[in-house]
Structure formats: C-alpha cells, structure tokens
C-alpha cells in the first residue's frame, strides 16, 4: 500500500530554489542552450551509472530543449504519476466552479447526508488546500463502493481544527473525486477523461483500473510490494478501480501528455485566466521562514522568496510503482521526471527517495547556473 511516510519525506527532501540564465543576445542564447544540453546530458549519464532509469523532459516556455528516451522499454512508456494526480483533480473541480455548478465554499452538507458535526463546516477550499482536518491514513484504499467510502472518510477523527494548519490529507482529494462524481452524474474518470483529457489531445493518460492496453506502462519498480497490495487494490495482475485511487492519486501518463499538460494549464486552455491563478495562489503555508517559504495552492506547491513567487512544483510517489514530479520556475523552465527506480545506490539525504525527486532537484540545480 502507499507509504504513509512518503509523503512528508519527499516534502521534507524537496527543495523549492529555481533561478535560470537570462540572455538577451539571440546568437549567445543558441550557443548557451546547447552547452546546457551537454550539461544535462553529462548529469543524466552519471545518474544512469547510478541506477537512474526513467525519462526527462525539459523545456523553456514553449520550447523542448531535452528530451530523454532511457528506461526499461521506451520513451513511450506511461507511469503512473501518484500525487501529482492531485493538480488534475483541482483543476476538474475549477471546470465545475466555472460553470457555476459548484462555489468553493460549498461545505461537505451540501453533497452528502450526515455530515458529523465537527466537518459541517469543512467546505470545498479546505479539501483542495489540505486544511481540512482530515488525517491521511488512506482508509479508502481498496473500497469499491462510494457511500462506504464517504462513511469510512467521514467516520475518521480530525487532526486539527478545520482551516487551522497544513496537512497533507489523500483522503481530502478522495471527497473531491466523489463530489465530481455526485454533481455531474457520472464517474470521477469518465468526466475527466470527457471534458479534460479528451478534448485536449491528452491521449496517453489513464487511470488505476482503466490502463489503456494499447499503452505501454513501464514496469513497477518492486513487484514483490506490488503483489502485496490487498486484492481490491491490485490482484492476478491486474489494478481495480477503487476510491482510494480516485482524486488524490491514480492517474498514469505519459511524459509527452504531462507536458502537454503543463503547456494547457499555463497557457490558460483549461481554465480562464482567472481561474487558472486560483490554482497557484499561496493559500497555506507549508514550512519556510519569512524569507523562504512554501505554501499551498489548489494541487500544487509554490515556493515565495522575500514574497515573490520563484517556483511551483509537485511530485508522487507510489510504493513499488513509480515516482514522479513537474516543477516550473519564473523564468519559465519546466522539469518534469518520470521514473521506475529509487535511489538506494546513493549517498546522503536524498538516498532511498524516487529517483525523480532526485533528478528533479539535481537538474534545477543545474539550470540556476
């Protein structure tokens, strides 16, 4: 099952930092771009003598400047992308709150019946901010039926007061799946897949239980942890669709679709404007001091230097499986990894997370020079 501490180490490990050169002499920039893909192969290649196996992708506003093949298949393998399903989930809610068919405010008595008295009041932002109270136990991991998932959520105790503090809550973003599911009638994957996927051109993007079987998935990392996983989960082979799976995780994808991704959500094709920004605003501070700091949005972290935003990021990280992570900084460079491997061959405070946690700051670290 997903690690419960996996979560808080790639928050704890995952730093924010993103600066990048800036040229305004067109022929100088050429010259600079390709010495920088030397860079970032030479850095990739020692990460392969590493353990490293996985794909990167790398880009500066609408321009690939790096793109890697090299994992167990091809460069066409989709992995499944954990936490970062999270940003997907939010924006789906922001399509419904565009349509006027929900507020942000709308607390949880509005969608289902016996609400406790202590989470009447946690509304829809609570849920997509992580201040919600909610604890982070994955209790739905493996139920099939949605009213005994609602009760499961709803049954556990809070953590903290409702809107009081950050805490990362799966469970939060399980609700939020399944008030998609009760406004709009049909399920969590057919509405994303009818009115975000679909329409896009995102063609290489499934779902736990729905995997395409003309798209190759890369192998799981641990198959000995993924058979171990209970047998509503993943049994003979197969994953089962499950609320556990559903808006706080889940999706897979390719890496080409997560960039094309990234291209619609910045450049306002999913979204108004307007409603884009809501995605990105620092609603809830995360850690961090009043010079640096990280704070929340709707699925995705951002980073504040001296109150200026620098960065935006998120990453997953599902046991056995996959890690993943997308990060984007001011200056308009996009990292995005995918990988089947962790790094246990390393040393330091980085050994043992994904290996896209690794390359993802590793390679920020390069583009700051």
């Known amino acids: ?9 790639y928050i704890i490990i995952s ?83 565009e349509s006027n068919k929900i507020s942000l405010n709308d607390s949880l008595g509005k969608f289902f019946e016996r609400v406790p008295l202590n989470k009447r009041k946690i509304t829809i932002h609570n849920l997509l901010t992580h201040t919600s109270g909610l604890p982070n136990n994955y209790v739905v991991d493996g139920e099939l039926d949605r009213q005994k998932a609602i009760e499961s959520i709803l049954s556990e105790p809070l953590e903290y007061e409702i809107g009081e503090s950050y805490h990362y809550s799966a469970e939060g973003y399980n609700l939020l799946a399944i ?71 889940g999706i897979y994808s390719t890496i080409d679709d997560l960039y094309k991704w990234t291209q619609l959500v910045k450049n306002n094709k999913l979204l108004s404007k307007e409603n884009t920004e809501l995605l990105f605003k620092p609603y809830i501070k995360v850690r961090g001091d009043s010079i640096n700091s990280t704070f929340y949005g709707y699925g995705w972290f951002i980073q504040l230097k001296n109150n200026q935003k620098i960065g935006i990021r998120h990453g997953g990280d599902e046991e056995g499986q996959h890690n993943s992570i997308i990060r984007w900084n001011n200056k308009e460079y996009t990292i995005i990894v995918l990988s089947n491997k962790w790094a246990d061959n390393i040393e330091g405070r980085l050994k043992g997370v994904g290996w896209s946690t690794v390359l993802g700051i590793g390679l920020r670290d390069l583009l700051k020079k």
């Not at 942890?225 to 089962?240: A, D, R, T, W």
């Open 1 to 9: 099952m997903k690690k419960k501490h996996s979560v808080l180490k």
């Open 15 to 97: 730093l924010l930092f993103i600066s990048c050169i800036q040229n305004t002499n067109k022929h100088k920039t050429v010259n600079i771009t390709h010495s920088l893909t030397q860079d970032i192969e030479s850095y990739i290649k020692k990460q392969e003598e590493l353990g490293f196996r996985g794909v990167v992708h790398i880009s500066k506003n609408d321009s690939i400047i790096y793109k890697s093949g090299k994992d167990n298949n091809t460069s066409n393998n989709a992995y499944h992308i954990a936490s970062i399903s999270k940003q997907f989930t939010a924006t789906a809610i922001l399509k419904l709150y």
């Open 179 to 249: 008030i998609i599911e009760i406004v709009t009638g049909i399920t969590y994957e057919d509405f994303m897949m009818k009115n975000i996927f679909k329409p896009f051109g995102l063609n290489d993007i499934g779902f736990w239980g729905k995997e395409n079987k003309q798209l190759s998935l890369a192998p799981y990392g641990n198959m000995k942890v993924v058979n171990e996983l209970p047998e509503k989960v993943f049994s003979q082979g197969k994953s089962i669709t499950n609320y556990g799976f559903k808006g706080s995780t």
